[in-house]
């Protein structure tokens, strides 16, 4: 499966950005999609996941972020709104099966590589 993320940039605090991560290769109906960040100096951390039994999210993330899929065009979403400068990372979309924590990098079998997303005070 190849990821490709996209729809990163810079915004203002309280604004709004959607996120898109396209997949070729394979269908994304059958994986888990999570989406990470990863801040300078920081390690890569978990923002939300859908799976066939629902989606959850990080609790800084919550009520504020929402992930999606299309199955039919091969693509998962993430809705970013009200955003904050803590918010500032690449983000990261991913892709994993079979049973594993959602949240931790290592579940995931494949990465995209990355959209830039950068919320100005």
């Known amino acids: 499966v190849q990821l490709q993320a996209s729809g990163g940039g810079l915004v203002q605090t309280g604004g709004s950005l959607r996120l898109s991560c396209a997949a070729s290769?394979?269908?994304?109906?059958?994986?888990?999609m999570g989406w990470f960040h990863q801040a300078p100096g920081k390690e890569r951390e978990f923002v939300a996941v859908i799976t066939w039994h629902g989606s959850y999210y990080a609790d800084s993330v919550k009520g504020r972020f929402t992930i999606s899929r299309d199955n039919d065009k091969n693509m998962v979403y993430l809705q970013m709104n009200s955003l904050k400068p803590e918010d500032t990372a690449v983000y990261y979309c991913?892709?994993?099966?079979?049973?594993?924590?959602?949240?931790?990098?290592?579940?995931?079998?494949?990465w995209g590589q990355g959209t830039q997303v950068t919320v100005s005070s």
């Open positions: 290769g394979r269908t994304l109906s059958s994986y888990n």
């Open positions: 991913a892709a994993g099966s079979g049973s594993y924590d959602y949240r931790r990098p290592t579940g995931y079998a494949y």
